[in-house]
T-cell receptor, first 112, second 110 residues
């Protein structure tokens, strides 16, 4: 069953804590993405990666970090520097430039 | 940077009424994609338009790409409760970067 998996579905973060959101795909896609969605809002690009060991900042990268050590995996770390991290985080991938983006089910991050 | 604006932000319709959402850009787009996100779900790809003036249909959904490739629309005929959700347009900026519109949230009243 091919697709994108994200875990966990819900995540709670304490003040000053770093948390890592997982994203795995078995679609053999080169490019992967992280978006943030706030209630009633659109999608804002955090980071994207076109190829293994390479990634670029999106529009709201401050307070976030990523790695792309494997083609299948693109984890996102929400650092303590991100002062307002409560949001819905969506991971996506695409196989070819300008083609369909496939999204994972998302992770909801809440700050305690 | 490149932006795409969508209107309206919200739309409530009675079941059976038509619905249209518009996507506008100040720059010429190479393509436009449309996605649907059900409440609590993730965006799902609907269609991609590439050619100037292109019109594509999927059952009750009609998608158009403007002649100048700066705007696009999604029209739903005779809405049903299953059409509820947020509809996003998206374009590519550069090779792999995507820019999403602000979305139109559709509510259908039975």
């Amino acid at each position: 069953d091919g697709g994108i998996t994200q875990s966990p579905k819900y995540l709670f973060r304490k003040e000053g804590q770093n948390v890592t959101l997982s994203c795995e795909q078995n679609l053999n896609h080169d490019a992967m993405y992280w978006y943030r969605q706030d209630p009633g809002q659109g999608l804002r690009l955090i980071y994207y990666s076109q190829i293994v060991n390479d990634f670029q900042k999106g529009d709201i990268a401050e307070g976030y970090s990523v790695s792309r050590e494997k083609k299948e995996s693109f984890p996102l770390t929400v650092t303590s520097a991100q002062k307002n991290p409560t949001a819905f985080y969506l991971c996506a991938s695409t196989g070819h430039p300008q083609e369909t983006q496939y999204f994972g089910p998302g992770t909801r991050l809440l700050v305690l | 940077g490149q932006q795409v604006m969508q209107i309206p932000q919200y739309q409530h319709v009675q079941e059976g009424e038509d619905f249209t959402t518009y996507c506008n850009s100040s720059t010429t787009l190479s393509n436009i994609q449309w996605y649907k996100q059900r409440p609590g779900g993730h965006p799902v790809f609907l269609i991609q338009l590439v050619k100037s003036g292109e019109v594509k249909k999927q059952k009750r959904l009609t998608f158009q790409f403007g002649e100048a490739k700066k705007n696009s629309s999604l029209h739903i005929t005779a809405t049903q409760t299953t059409d509820v959700g947020t509809y996003f347009c998206a374009c590519t900026s550069g090779t792999y970067k995507y820019i999403f519109g602000t979305g139109t949230r559709l509510k259908v009243l039975a």
